[in-house]
């Protein structure tokens, strides 16, 4: 893989950084103030779904990191190597984490969907979840794969 390449995705990944950080510092607490002062019997439901999405934050930026990781391993001609796999198993522990929570919370997205007549935040809510299990099981073959092909190269590297 070139260079470049590698480069735009590193960007990519980083600008993906920057819209979330932004998100959960501006928009996400002025949500939170204006559903309060507008609507206070939603209060309830918005403040543990809020707080699902700050905690996803966590795992969502160690991901990211473990992705740049990864484009760096290509980078430096290491991409088939036990690190490029454990940054692999790290992205998917932390989709699965996501996803999980989420799957938790969405008994709130239901109930505030519900009682605001508004099916789209439903949606959202199953959209983050299975954005993250598509990830998690991407992340899943791709260690796998990764996982052959460097058995599979170790093998040739002991055949004469």
């Given at each position: 893989m070139k260079r470049g390449s590698t480069l735009f995705l590193k960007i990519v990944v980083l600008l993906m950084g920057?819209?979330?950080?932004a998100a959960c510092v501006i928009p996400l607490p002025l949500l939170a103030t204006e559903v309060s002062k507008r609507a206070p019997e939603f209060t309830k439901l918005l403040y543990p779904i809020l707080m699902t999405v700050y905690i996803t934050v966590i795992p969502f930026f160690i991901g990211l990191y473990q992705a740049i990781k990864v484009l760096t391993f290509i980078d430096k001609k290491v991409a088939f190597s036990?690190?490029?796999v454990h940054s692999l198993k790290w992205i998917k522990y932390c989709a699965?984490?996501?996803s999980s929570l989420y799957v938790l919370c969405l008994p709130l997205f239901y109930f505030l969907a519900d009682k605001t007549d508004a099916p789209g935040i439903m949606i959202i809510g199953l959209i983050l979840t299975f954005a993250s299990i598509v990830?998690?099981?991407?992340?899943?073959v791709l260690q796998r794969l990764l996982q052959e092909a460097i058995s599979i190269k170790s093998e040739n590297d002991l055949t004469v």
């Open positions: 920057i819209a979330i950080l036990e690190r490029s699965i984490i996501i990830i998690a099981t991407f992340a899943a």
